[in-house]
C-alpha cells in the first residue's frame, strides 16, 4: 500500500482564493477591509520568517495588514498597552502575537489581553471555553486546518477513532475538541502513554502532535488510517545542511496509512490559511455581515 498524499499546499491555495473572493464582497457590502495586526517581538528567525508569510497571505487576500515589531528589550508594560490599543482600534479585527515572547514577558498575561472577539489566534481562555462547550468562538488555526484537511480527505468523520498524539494547548488539546465535534471517539495520547504504539495502531485518524522527530513508526498505524503530521523537526542532513522532518517517519508511514500529509508542504500552509480566515470571520461578526458558512 502506498498512502494518498494530502497536499496541504493546495488546500491552503483553494481556502485562500475562496477568502479572497469573500473579502472582495466584504469590501464591497461594508466599505472596508478586514485587518490583521501581527505582533513580533525580538529577532528569532523562525518567527520572522512566519511573521512575514502571514503579512503576504494577509494582503494578497485583500486585507489590511499591520505589522508591530519590537526588539526584545520591549517592556510587558509597553507590549501590554500596544494590545490594549489595537483591541480599542475598529480598524483591526484580528490580533497575534507571535510565540514565543521574551522570558521577561508574561506570555499568559498578554494573551488574555487580547479582546477574545480579536483573538484570531484562539489561545484566550473564553475561546477555549467556547470550543470546549460547542459554543461559537475562535479555533486555533492549526488545528482547524488539520480538521479541515481530514473532511476533505474523509468527508464526514461521524464514529471514527481518532489518536491525538500531543497534549499542547495550541494543537493537541483544541485537536480533541474538534474531532469529538466532528462524532469521533478521541484518545489523547503522549510522549507518556503506555503503549504508545498499541494505541496508535487503533486509529483510523492519527494526528501527530507531539515534537518528536520521526517517532510515529510504519508498524504503530492501522492500515489504511490517515495520517496528519503536524510536527516541524528540524534534523542533520547531507552535507552538513539540516532538513525538516514531522514526528512521523514518513517513509515507513506511507506503506501502510491511506493518506498522509507530507512534511513540510502538509499542514503547515493551511494554519496561514486558516488565520486569514479567522480574521475575515472576525470582521463579519463584528459588522453583522454573512459571510460565506462553508469557509
Not at 481556502?15 to 472596508?32: D, H, N, Q
Not at 520568517?49 to 503576504?56: A, F, H, L, Q, S
Not at 521574551?102 to 484562539?122: E, Q
Not at 468527508?155 to 497534549?167: D, F
Amino acid at each position: 500500500m502506498t498512502a494518498r498524499i494530502i497536499d496541504g499546499k493546495a488546500a491552503a491555495a483553494e481556502l485562500r482564493a475562496a477568502i479572497a473572493v469573500e473579502v472582495a464582497k466584504f469590501r464591497v457590502s461594508e466599505g472596508r477591509a478586514p485587518g490583521l495586526a501581527v505582533v513580533l517581538v525580538g529577532e528569532d528567525p523562525a518567527s520572522a520568517v512566519y511573521v512575514r508569510n502571514k503579512g503576504k497571505a494577509t494582503v494578497e487576500a485583500g486585507m489590511e495588514s499591520f505589522e508591530h515589531r519590537f526588539s526584545e528589550n520591549i517592556s510587558e508594560t509597553e507590549l501590554l498597552a500596544l494590545v490594549e490599543k489595537l483591541n480599542a482600534d475598529p480598524s483591526i479585527d484580528g490580533i497575534l502575537v507571535q510565540l514565543p515572547l521574551p522570558g521577561h514577558i508574561n506570555a499568559d498575561k498578554v494573551l488574555t489581553t487580547i479582546d477574545p472577539d480579536k483573538d484570531v489566534d484562539g489561545f484566550h481562555p473564553v475561546n477555549v471555553g467556547r470550543l470546549a462547550t460547542g459554543l461559537e468562538g475562535f479555533v486555533p488555526c492549526t488545528p482547524l486546518g488539520c480538521l479541515k484537511l481530514l473532511r476533505a480527505e474523509l468527508g464526514s468523520l461521524s464514529g471514527k477513532e481518532a489518536v491525538v498524539i500531543g497534549r499542547s494547548n495550541i494543537v493537541g488539546k483544541p485537536m480533541a475538541q474538534l474531532l469529538l465535534g466532528d462524532s469521533c471517539t478521541v484518545t489523547v495520547a503522549h510522549s507518556r502513554t503506555k503503549d504508545l504504539p498499541d494505541v496508535v495502531r487503533r486509529a483510523d485518524i492519527v494526528v501527530a502532535a507531539v515534537g518528536r522527530p520521526e517517532i510515529v513508526k510504519g508498524d504503530w498505524l492501522k492500515p489504511g488510517a490517515t495520517v496528519i503530521d503536524v510536527g516541524i523537526n528540524r534534523v542533520p542532513g547531507a552535507e552538513g545542511k539540516s532538513r525538516l522532518v514531522g514526528d512521523v517517519d514518513f517513509s515507513s508511514a506511507s506503506e501502510v496509512a491511506g493518506a498522509i500529509t507530507p512534511v513540510p508542504g502538509g499542514v503547515g500552509p493551511m494554519t496561514i490559511a486558516c488565520l486569514i480566515r479567522n480574521t475575515l470571520v472576525s470582521a463579519s461578526r463584528r459588522d453583522g455581515y454573512a459571510v460565506d458558512p462553508a469557509l
